[in-house]
């Protein structure tokens, strides 16, 4: 079992940047991937971004190529997010999730565990 807490979430005006952090419980977490998804009200669930077991492979979603940064630290069980020039179009709820198997993927529904996600509110 891996519990998984979001946290850096907040208010910041557009151009800014915020850092979000997932830290994971269990001693298996280097084993796993990680993404970062998002939900905005009355839209599905999308990937924003994915990292495998040893942070060696990465994937971005289109609209957040270039401005966001995922990262990990396995000797402190903990994901990263580094979001720049944030846009309004980025407001949503941020979660974290691990995959059991390493390799990351970008449903959703392949992932195992998720984090209760952090809000993130980009103003205009």
């Known amino acids: 079992q891996v519990q998984l807490v979001e946290s850096g979430g907040g208010l910041v005006q557009a151009g800014g940047s915020l850092r979000l952090s997932c830290a994971a419980s269990g001693r298996t977490f280097s084993s796993y991937a990680m993404g970062w998804f998002r939900q905005a009200p009355g839209k599905e669930r999308e990937v924003v971004a994915a990292i495998n077991w040893s942070g060696g492979m990465t994937y971005y979603a289109g609209s957040v190529q270039g401005r966001f940064t995922i990262s990990r630290d396995n000797a402190k069980n903990t994901v990263y997010l580094q979001m720049n020039s944030l846009q309004p179009e980025d407001t949503a709820v941020y979660y974290c999730?691990?995959?059991?198997?390493?390799?990351?993927?970008?449903?959703?529904?392949?992932?195992?565990?998720w984090g209760q996600g952090t809000q993130v509110t980009v103003s205009s």
């Open positions: 999730a691990a995959r059991s198997l390493g390799d990351y993927r970008i449903l959703p529904r392949l992932y195992d565990y």
